[in-house]
C-alpha cells in the first residue's frame, strides 16, 4: 500500500518530494499500523484462509502468485511453513476446478 502510494507520488510529484512525503508518513504511523501488516500476522492470516478447501475456487493465478511472492520474501527474522513447500497441509492449495 504504500509502495503504490510512494509511486504515485513519484509520478506527480517527482523522486525527491516522493521520498520525503514517504519519510514524513512513515514515521508519523503509529506502532499498531504497522503491526498490522507485519509478516506474522499475514502469515496467520494467510493461513487460516488456505486451511479451506473451498476457499481455492477463489484462488485465481494472480493471487496465488502474490501469495507464493510473499512467503519468498519473508523477514529474514520470520521463520514459518511456507504452506507453497507443505501445500498437503493446506487444502485450499489442492482444489481443482471441475
Same mark, same amino acid.
Given at each position: 500500500? !504504500?509502495?503504490?502510494?510512494? =509511486?504515485?507520488?513519484?509520478?506527480? $510529484?517527482?523522486?525527491?518530494?516522493?521520498?520525503? #512525503? =514517504?519519510?514524513?508518513?512513515?514515521?508519523?504511523?503509529?506502532?499498531?499500523?504497522?503491526?498490522?501488516?507485519?509478516?506474522?500476522?499475514?502469515?496467520?492470516?494467510?493461513?487460516? %484462509?488456505?486451511?479451506?478447501?473451498? $476457499?481455492?475456487?477463489? #484462488?485465481? %493465478?494472480?493471487?496465488?502468485? $502474490? #501469495?507464493?511472492?510473499?512467503?519468498?520474501?519473508?523477514?529474514?527474522? =520470520?521463520?514459518?511453513?511456507?504452506?507453497?513447500?507443505?501445500? !498437503?497441509? =493446506?487444502?485450499? #492449495?489442492?482444489?481443482?476446478?471441475?
Amino acid at each position: 500500500m !504504500q509502495l503504490t502510494k510512494f =509511486f504515485i507520488d513519484v509520478e506527480n $510529484h517527482g523522486i525527491s518530494k516522493a521520498a520525503a #512525503l =514517504f519519510s514524513a508518513e512513515y514515521d508519523e504511523q503509529e506502532s499498531e499500523e504497522d503491526e498490522a501488516w507485519s509478516d506474522e500476522i499475514l502469515d496467520e492470516e494467510i493461513k487460516q %484462509v488456505l486451511s479451506s478447501y473451498e $476457499h481455492g475456487r477463489y #484462488l485465481d %493465478v494472480d493471487l496465488t502468485a $502474490h #501469495l507464493e511472492y510473499f512467503y519468498n520474501t519473508l523477514d529474514c527474522g =520470520f521463520k514459518t511453513r511456507n504452506p507453497f513447500k507443505k501445500s !498437503q497441509y =493446506f487444502p485450499a #492449495l489442492q482444489y481443482r476446478a471441475s
